[in-house]
């Protein structure tokens, strides 16, 4: 692809972190299309050069424009971003198959995993995408609130191909002055840790809301990062990849960010409310409380040990009381810890 100021890029999903990618990028001088379900949201970005919806008080370069069009914001592209929420990647990116660019990078900057299909979102993509496409698909994760982002404040990332090529391109296409990219291509272990993270960001806001401290929140990171990077192994990831940003990073930013959608679901459940009505005041998506079910069904598909991710499922669809699950986790049989598994 050509990287210039006439670089044309789409992004397709609007919620704040995809406004907030559009608008790394478009700061970089490319001309920037996104697309947007809400008529709404495209005609706030348009007129009022803000998503009031998603991203409210942040202003949106001229250079950044709206559209809820899936072949207008795929025409002409010299790259894609995919940015929807996980349990709509099928039915959205199968709809835009047909109009997406071709021989362009495809950045997916999604984070869960497919309910019924136990898919990982590459494998999802992989899936509803003709063959063509699929040298050319890559994957970001890592520690990001999306308003930090917008507003400029240095963060990382990691962004994951098979092809060490492809993640070089988009390194370069991402990077920015306040945001710097790395590059892997362990594109199992990226997207574990950006789904599983939710999960037990639920897990720690959930401890804060019942009340406890550092010393249980620390416990619960380490402990979920360990479930976390046993899982990863098991479906073929390197497990220092877990170290790294888009599990230790982004794990640490999720379960103490006062910014974290799942944090924040799970401080509510802590305090005693039902998911229902937690999740029925809320204006964006907690992809935690949907990945949750697929890891539990995951793990047992798989045989792997993930004891936090079983309570916070317990918790949020079997009715357990969050000071009964909490119980079930301290009074398991004593072990060994090796190597942080």
Known sequence: MRDSPNTKIGVIGAGSWGTALAHVLASKGYDVCIWAYEQDCVDAINQAHENKQFLPDIVLPSNLSATNSLAEVCTSKDAMVLVTPSHVVRAVIGAAAEHLPEHVPIISATKGIE??????VSDILEDVLPVRFHPYLSYVSGPTFAREL?????????????????ATTVQALLSHDYFRIYRSTDVVGVEVGGALKNVIAIAAGAAQGMGFGHNTVAGLITRGLAEMSRLAVALGANPLTLAGLTGMGDLVLTCTGGLSRNRAVGIELGKGRPIAEILGEMNMVAEGVKTTRSVHDLARKIDVEMPISEQVYNVIYNDVSPADAMQALMSRELKRESFGF
């Open 115 to 120: 309910n019924d299909t136990l898919m990982l």
């Open 150 to 166: 917008a507003l400029g404040m240095p963060t990382n990332a990691v962004v994951a191909s098979h092809s060490d090529r492809l």
